[in-house]
Nanobody, 121 residues
């Protein structure tokens, strides 16, 4: 009932920057937490950054100081600005949202299809 579509991935050299975008659509009553996860080959999916409806953010230690998450509530969009990228950041990045589709239903977790980020050394 809620669709998340990511964009902005690509290939970048170490030290470069990328900005990921995720737009939520569909039947949405409210969106609570939005964020980004990533999964590298052979590794489990890990949380990268999240932002609550109130603007509180949280980051993985590995990206603190380099990544910035933000959201545009009017557009139901979450952004991830990634600076000083490292080869270790290479992964598929997945948009994540906790959203409710009606006022009388509890929030549920939704996932995007992922966008590839590749950082060359």
């Amino acid at each position: 009932q809620v669709q998340l579509v990511e964009s902005g991935g690509g290939l970048v050299q170490a030290g470069g920057s990328l900005r990921l975008s995720c737009a939520a659509s569909g039947r949405i009553f409210s969106i609570n937490t939005m964020g980004w996860y990533r999964q590298a080959p052979g590794k489990q999916r890990e949380s990268v950054a999240l932002i609550t409806s109130g603007g509180t953010t949280n980051y993985a230690d590995s990206v603190k100081g380099r990544f910035t998450i933000s959201r545009d509530n009017a557009k139901n969009t979450v952004l991830l600005q990634m600076n000083n990228l490292e080869p270790e950041d290479t992964a598929v990045y997945y948009c994540h949202a906790v959203a409710a589709v009606a006022s009388y239903l509890p929030p549920r977790t939704y996932w995007g299809q992922g966008t590839q980020v590749t950082v060359s050394s």
